[in-house]
């Protein structure tokens, strides 16, 4: 919801300091792979009771994730960048809930266990989206330039990053903000069903 208007205001310096990378010699698969060694070292922070540390890594792994994309623009995107960052970004989402189930089960596994189910059905309802997009040939730059098509929603990337800081803030409210974080998720589901219908019935 909130990414189409921030990308206006993150691109250009994100664009400007991808072409920095770009002209050092710096491979946008790199900055991918940095970008997820630092959001598995949040959760691991996480995990090990740390999470304001947790949340300064979560805030370097985003930079990296956005910035993957602006060296490729200002070199060449390539289909395998994309796919390894889209892996990269879902490898990331689930390892964020797992470190605090791992930092306290007791409290917080059933509630994490639900956030990972909705994230799971969410980015299915994503993925199957943009397949059917490029099946019949359409795009979209609302959310910047992209190798597939992103369908909107109540939640997006903007919105994660933010319940993961909310996490990180306030560990103690992890499950309560995990199941609102989770029925939002469906709410996004639902919605992205609901254009999937209108979109593609033959």
Do not use: Q
């Not at 189409?4 to 993150?10: D, S, V």
């Not at 109540?154 to 199941?179: D, K």
């Amino acid at each position: 919801m909130l990414d189409r208007h921030l990308r206006p205001l993150i691109d250009s310096p994100l664009n400007a300091l991808g072409r920095a990378l770009a002209r050092a010699g710096i491979h946008p698969d790199l900055v991918t792979l940095v970008g997820l060694l630092l959001g598995l070292m949040a959760a691991v922070a996480i995990a090990l009771g740390a999470p304001l540390s947790g949340l300064g890594l979560i805030l370097l792994s985003r930079l990296a994730d956005g910035l993957d994309g602006a060296v490729a623009r200002a070199t060449r995107p390539s289909d395998l960048g994309s796919y390894y960052d889209i892996l990269a970004d879902f490898l990331f989402y689930a390892a964020i809930p797992l470190g605090f189930v791992w930092a306290d089960p007791a409290a917080n596994a059933v509630a994490g266990a639900a956030l990972l189910a909705a994230f799971y059905v969410n980015g299915a309802s994503f993925l199957g989206y943009a397949i059917l997009a490029a099946k019949r040939g359409l795009s979209t730059e609302v959310r910047g330039r992209k190798s597939w098509y992103h369908s909107g929603g109540l939640l997006e990337g903007s919105e994660t990053i933010l319940f993961f800081v909310l996490f990180c803030l306030w560990p103690g409210a992890f499950a309560p903000l995990a199941w609102l974080f989770a029925g939002l998720c469906a709410v996004t589901t639902l919605g992205r069903v609901a254009m999937a219908r209108d979109l593609f019935r033959d």
